[in-house]
């Protein structure tokens, strides 16, 4: 019998402010989880955003720090009662910054696809033998969808094509990205005449990190027109070019059932994580955990096999493309460590905790860094390449299996486990609603047209430590389905929905009378899940696929459609808002939201971008609330669109609650 080891408590000389765990998760396992850390004397990202107030100033966006005058504060309260040492007012301020949150969420997403591309291509040069194109059907779609030719082509000559093709996304210095073929023309004639078609994403992001600095671009509305300029070469740019060359390297989803949460984990195998948001080292990693000879080397220390989960976005990938459990989301990556079952966790990039080091150091967890642009002080670093996949799972899977042989934290599994459907692509969806024959979205119009469906709404993005977890994104999408609004989701936010069981197909019970019907003769879930961040591009292809199909409008902003990430934490998602907005899709955050109400460049996002025909913002903290301005706006493109009569009965809107509620 293993001695079990103390684990060493990260705070030792301040203890951490006592807070009831109940207030912040509705997560039953990560509940557990953080009160076993509080016994264990660990902190964790929820006490210390306990400890850690906001700067109220900083919360506001009403502070520049963009040269060394500075930095400056002005008054949130009183926002045009001062200026900065240049002289700049608070819209630009806020603007400036709002930029800068823009310009590090599209790097992000778009260095990610990037990567992506270069597997590709050395894919398609023959230099990578372990990838291959397994979806053609797929590579020959995206292909024809920006106007490659490929009847009676040799497969590697239209990926040579795609690729050359595809590189503009990111390098190319004059003229619109590929992918701008496939925006409704409506919405890209808007967007011309506003001049913020996207060139390449290296060079919309050099342009907005100039604009943004000290004395250069001081009007908030041309700030703004670069801010979507910059998000568009992320959702129609960098993303998409991730989500398609992900499908066509290792397969478009399907729907699969599959398992979320921390009862996922085995006490009697040796458990891997792998956590971030890169597909390229888990899909190594799904064949070196089956490889025989690891098998073996885990059988050989008493374990029965090799137990695979994901975290985060990696994990929402592959658990639509392959059915790998998922064991819970950002809020409770500190919380699955402590179950002590974590013999090793592996992590690429974005959203990775510095604290993770520290927390796998106490509970005995081997903790990996594997990307070269993300090390992490105190972690052991076994970088991934793509020209030698398996080395570096072999190495993790390795250190897995020795650190099972040797465990001696105490090992709490939570029991609780979850099943779903996972893996709704945008082709799924069109198969699924048309059939092998004749895909089509046209069910899915004709079932908005008649007031089955009142309309679609995408709910996505983290979960924050400021905001109680998962509540608001269930809470929120309960309210949607039962107002008869289609979900769709990616991110964290649906795995607090599969945590919740609503995208098991029985969930329809849930929904309304509507939608229920088209869930219960379709066989599919009120909340569909499409994978992650990146795969954000999926909701833009489904909306400008509604466009097409007919009956709704002619751009995106007809659509009876709404967007929100109500736990949001990164700057990617508010580069996935700016784009969803500049899309033409409403979009509203919770938490926290980076202006001063009041002020020109908060009307600017408010009202003023609608008025100029594209999306606008929205925030509220309350998921009710929440989700009847979502369908407030939902029936108000359906009033445009003259539909509104052929909806069955009448559903309760936000001022009749208010009325009900008064
Ligand atoms: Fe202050 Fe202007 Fe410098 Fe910003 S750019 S820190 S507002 S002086
Ligand atoms: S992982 S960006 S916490 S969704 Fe994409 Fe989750 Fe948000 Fe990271």
Known sequence: MAEEKK??????????????????????????????????GQDNCFTRAAEMKPCPIGADSACCKHCFMGPCRLNAKDPYSKVGVCGATIDTIAARNF???????????????????????????GKIEHFKIQDEKKLKSVAESIGIATEDREVMDIAKDLYAELERTYTQVEGEIPFAKRVPPKTLETWRKEGIVPRGSMREI??????????????????????????LADGWGGSMVATEISDILFGTPSPKV???????????????????????????????????????????VG?????????????????????????????????????????????????????LVRVADCYGTKFFTTNPRAHIEGAVHVEFHEHAPFDAPNQIIAMAVERYSKRTAKIVIPSRKDWGVHGFSHEYVNYMLGGEYRESYTPLNANIINGKIRGVAAVVGCTNPRVKHDYLHVEL???????????????????????????????????????????????????????????????????????????????????PVAGAAPEYMSEKAICIGQYVVASGIYTVFGVTFPTVEGTKFH?????????????KWGFSNDPIEMAYMMIDHIDKKRAALGISEKRERKLFSMDDRRTAEG
């Open 258 to 300: 599959a398992g979320v949460n921390m009862g996922f984990l085995k006490e009697d195998q040796v458990n891997i994580i792998i956590h971030g948001h890169e597909p390229l080292m888990f899909e190594a990693m799904v064949v070196a955990v089956n490889d025989p000879a690891n098998v073996e080397k885990a059988k050989a």
């Open 206 to 231: 050099m342009e907005i990190m100039h604009r943004s600095h000290m004395g250069v671009d001081q009007d908030y509305e041309n700030i703004v027109k670069q801010c979507s300029r910059t998000a």
């Open 477 to 559: 999408v309960k309210e949607l389905i039962k107002n008869n609004v289609l979900v769709v989701q990616t991110g964290c936010s649906q795995i607090s929905l599969a945590k919740a069981g609503l995208m098991r197909p029985d969930a329809a019970v849930l929904a309304g009378e509507g939608l229920q019907e088209v869930c219960e003769t379709v066989g599919i879930p009120p909340v569909l899940s499409l994978g992650s961040c990146v795969d954000n591009s999926r909701i833009l292809m489904a909306v400008a696929e509604m466009v097409k199909i007919g009956g709704l409008g002619d751009k995106i902003s007809d659509l």
């Open 99 to 125: 930029a800068r949150n823009v310009a590090a969420g599209c790097a992000a997403h778009t260095d990610h696809g990037m990567g992506m591309l270069d597997t590709f291509r050395e894919v398609v040069n």
């Open 603 to 615: 009307d600017l996002l408010f009202n003023g971008l609608e008025e100029k025909g594209f999306g």
């Open 303 to 355: 374990a029965k096999g090799i137990n695979l989960l994901g975290m985060c976005c990696s994990g929402a990938e592959v658990l639509g493309r392959h059915g790998i459990p998922h064991a819970g989301n950002f809020m409770s990556v500190e919380p699955v460590i402590a179950t002590g079952a974590v013999d090793a966790m592996g992590v690429d990039v974005q959203c990775i905790m510095q604290s």
């Open 7 to 40: 684990p060493v408590a990260i705070v030792e000389e301040k203890k951490a402010k006592k807070v009831d765990y109940r207030d912040m998760t509705t997560c039953e396992t990560t509940l557990q989880m953080l009160r076993k850390m509080e016994a264990d």
